[in-house]
């Protein structure tokens, strides 16, 4: 089994900051892309940001110049930095990653259970 885990959504004034952090665990022999959706209510699904394995990254125009995302493969764990918090960033934040589970398996995607992170004053 894979199971990715999140931290550090909350409440946060508008122009403030929060890290979010997400680990993958279990059977993993390499994990490849991480990234970032975010969900709204009544609203779809959007990626937010995306990193690649070996560091090329990609953020949605809405969060550019704010948010920054990284990663510790050592850990399997990506970051995601987020400055000058709006209003409309507010959503559940979740955490995506596509894993090689062993050597000879395809790649699968894998979701966290989302963290929610709300801007507002």
């Known amino acids: 089994q894979v199971q990715l885990v999140e931290s550090g959504g909350g409440l946060v004034l508008p122009g403030g900051s929060l890290r979010l952090s997400c680990a993958a665990s279990?059977?993993?022999?390499?994990?490849?892309?991480m990234g970032w959706y975010r969900q709204a209510p009544g609203k779809q699904r959007e990626l937010v940001a995306y990193?690649?394995?070996?560091?090329?990254?990609n953020l949605a125009a809405s969060v550019m110049g704010r948010f920054t995302i990284s990663r510790d493969n050592a850990k399997n764990t990506v970051y995601l930095q987020m400055n000058s918090l709006k209003p409309e960033d507010t959503a559940v934040y979740y955490c995506n990653a596509k894993i090689r589970r062993f050597v000879i398996s395809a790649e699968d995607d894998y979701w966290g259970q989302g963290t929610q992170v709300t801007v507002s004053s």
């Open positions: 279990g059977s993993i022999f390499r994990v490849n892309s």
């Open positions: 990193i690649a394995s070996g560091g090329l990254t």
